[in-house]
């Protein structure tokens, strides 16, 4: 089902204030067209899609200002009469009150169109000012009327205000309550916690003992180990000495067993071999 929109042209180019979320400065603009989903606005300077701007507006008949924000969907660059920049602005979702106020006026426009036969989609946005008497009067009347609305519409919120402020006094009796036995549970609660932590702490006092304890025998032990240590270090020294040693006598065994083979044979008594085979044996290490 296709969507029906309803458009408003303004024959006569309306005031508006706008500002950018980029300077929040207020600048006044016109308006071209007004619809449920957004507004064509004239602006001061041209301005990009994909911009957001907060615009304040009067609806005929009414007194205090529209203001919604939107995005902008389309814009000019190209200036109308040298000063007008024509945009197009798509609303945020709007408030409850805004969308009701908006729909009212469109919905009486629609309306008024119909009976007087006005081109489609275009009205008078601007009221037309009367001098006489009669409208005069019947300005004074309706400003009486507007003002005696007023104080009524204004009873009644002080009334809404009134069951509102009895419905928070009761809430507040209610949270106070609450918060009686919630402290009366916290208090409970800070008790066993503060018995658990009594008992931790003489838990960790009894784990600092054992842990002054336990440094005192790893003083201990690393006292021993560094006796070790130094005797471990003298007895590799004194093994490294006798290996020298060893070697050192090796090698004398070797020069003695090599001049014995290479010395020449000499004349000897039948019991010179004896004594050097005694000699040779003496050298033998097996």
């Known amino acids: 089902m296709q969507e029906r929109r309803t458009t408003i042209r303004c024959e006569s180019l309306q005031r508006a204030q706008y500002c950018s979320f980029s300077d929040l400065t207020p600048r006044d603009g016109r308006l071209t067209d007004l619809t449920e989903r957004g507004l064509g606005l004239m602006a001061h300077e041209p301005h990009q899609p994909g911009e957001r701007l907060t615009v304040s507006f009067t609806l005929p008949g009414e007194e205090d200002p529209l203001t919604t924000t939107g995005v902008v969907r389309w814009a000019s660059q190209n200036a109308v009469q040298k000063r007008w920049f024509p945009l197009g602005l798509e609303w945020f979702p709007l408030e409850e009150t805004a969308r009701f106020r908006l729909e009212t ?16 989609n275009t009205v008078t946005v601007a009221e037309p000012a009367s001098t006489s008497q009669a409208t005069i009067w019947g300005g ?7 003002i005696a609305v007023a ?33 009366e549970r916290a208090s409970q609660q800070l008790e066993t916690a503060t018995t658990q932590l009594s008992a931790g702490l003489q838990q960790l ?82």
């Open 140 to 146: 004074v009347a309706l400003v009486s009327a507007a």
């Open 205 to 286: 006092n009894a784990l600092q003992q054992r842990n002054r304890e336990l440094a005192g025998e790893a003083r201990r032990l690393g006292g021993e180990l560094e006796h070790y240590q130094a005797g471990y270090t003298t007895l590799r020294e004194e093994r490294q000495d006798l290996i020298l040693q060893l070697l050192s006598t090796e090698r004398d065994r070797v020069r003695l067993v090599e001049q014995l083979a290479t010395a020449p044979p000499q004349a000897a008594s039948p019991s010179r071999p004896s004594s050097i085979l005694r000699i040779g044996n003496a050298a033998d290490p097996r």
């Open 151 to 183: 104080f009524f519409s204004r009873a009644q919120i002080l009334q809404q205000e009134h069951a509102q402020l009895a419905d928070a006094l009761s809430r507040r009796d209610v949270l106070i309550s609450g918060l009686g036995d919630t402290q």
């Open 105 to 120: 006026f469109l919905g009486k426009q629609i309306q008024r169109r119909a009976e007087q036969g006005v081109p489609e």
